[in-house]
Protein backbone atom coordinates (compact mmCIF):
# COMPACT_ATOMS: atom_id res chain seq x y z
CA UNK A 1 0.00 0.00 0.00
CA UNK A 2 1.28 3.06 -0.86
CA UNK A 3 1.16 6.43 1.22
CA UNK A 4 1.10 9.72 0.25
CA UNK A 5 3.42 10.93 3.18
CA UNK A 6 4.60 14.47 3.38
CA UNK A 7 1.11 16.11 3.17
CA UNK A 8 0.60 19.04 5.76
CA UNK A 9 -2.59 19.62 7.42
CA UNK A 10 -3.68 22.26 5.34
CA UNK A 11 -3.04 19.80 2.01
CA UNK A 12 -5.28 17.76 3.65
CA UNK A 13 -7.97 19.86 3.74
CA UNK A 14 -7.38 21.28 -0.09
CA UNK A 15 -7.59 17.66 -0.78
CA UNK A 16 -10.73 16.93 1.07
CA UNK A 17 -12.29 20.34 -0.72
CA UNK A 18 -11.51 18.75 -3.77
CA UNK A 19 -13.22 15.63 -3.21
CA UNK A 20 -15.92 17.04 -1.56
CA UNK A 21 -16.99 19.10 -4.91
CA UNK A 22 -16.54 17.08 -6.92
CA UNK A 23 -18.73 14.40 -5.00
CA UNK A 24 -21.51 17.46 -4.86
CA UNK A 25 -21.24 18.18 -8.40
CA UNK A 26 -22.32 14.79 -8.93
CA UNK A 27 -25.45 15.32 -6.14
CA UNK A 28 -24.01 12.33 -3.93
CA UNK A 29 -24.09 11.71 -0.32
CA UNK A 30 -21.51 10.38 1.70
CA UNK A 31 -22.86 7.46 2.02
CA UNK A 32 -23.57 6.96 -1.71
CA UNK A 33 -20.19 7.64 -2.44
CA UNK A 34 -18.90 5.45 0.18
CA UNK A 35 -21.40 2.74 -1.11
CA UNK A 36 -19.76 3.25 -4.74
CA UNK A 37 -15.53 3.24 -3.33
CA UNK A 38 -16.46 0.48 -0.82
CA UNK A 39 -15.16 2.49 2.14
CA UNK A 40 -16.91 3.55 5.23
CA UNK A 41 -19.02 6.41 5.14
CA UNK A 42 -16.99 8.11 8.04
CA UNK A 43 -13.92 7.76 6.18
CA UNK A 44 -15.05 9.93 3.37
CA UNK A 45 -16.25 12.48 6.07
CA UNK A 46 -12.69 12.59 7.67
CA UNK A 47 -11.16 12.55 4.39
CA UNK A 48 -13.26 15.42 3.56
CA UNK A 49 -12.53 17.39 6.65
CA UNK A 50 -8.85 16.88 6.20
CA UNK A 51 -8.77 14.38 9.33
CA UNK A 52 -7.10 11.57 7.41
CA UNK A 53 -4.65 10.82 5.21
CA UNK A 54 -5.52 8.62 2.63
CA UNK A 55 -3.27 5.99 1.29
CA UNK A 56 -2.98 5.76 -3.10
CA UNK A 57 -5.22 2.80 -2.70
CA UNK A 58 -7.66 4.74 -0.58
CA UNK A 59 -7.75 7.41 -3.58
CA UNK A 60 -8.45 5.12 -6.04
CA UNK A 61 -11.58 3.65 -4.30
CA UNK A 62 -12.97 7.39 -4.00
CA UNK A 63 -12.07 8.12 -7.63
CA UNK A 64 -13.14 5.08 -9.12
CA UNK A 65 -16.82 6.09 -6.85
CA UNK A 66 -16.76 9.39 -8.02
CA UNK A 67 -16.19 7.83 -12.05
CA UNK A 68 -12.61 9.60 -11.70
CA UNK A 69 -9.08 9.06 -12.13
CA UNK A 70 -7.15 10.04 -9.45
CA UNK A 71 -5.27 12.24 -11.31
CA UNK A 72 -8.93 13.83 -12.58
CA UNK A 73 -10.08 13.86 -8.64
CA UNK A 74 -7.26 15.78 -7.38
CA UNK A 75 -7.64 18.46 -10.10
CA UNK A 76 -9.35 21.64 -8.89
Known sequence: MILIVGMSK???Q????IIREKR???HLTQ?????????????IGMVERG????????L?????GLGL???EMITP
Do not use: C, F, H, M
Request: aromatic share 6%; net charge neutral.
Open 51 to 58: ERNPSYLS
Open 14 to 17: ILGK
Open 60 to 64: QKIAK
Open 69 to 71: TVN
Open 31 to 43: VELAEKASVDRNY
Open 24 to 26: EAR
Open 10 to 12: EEL
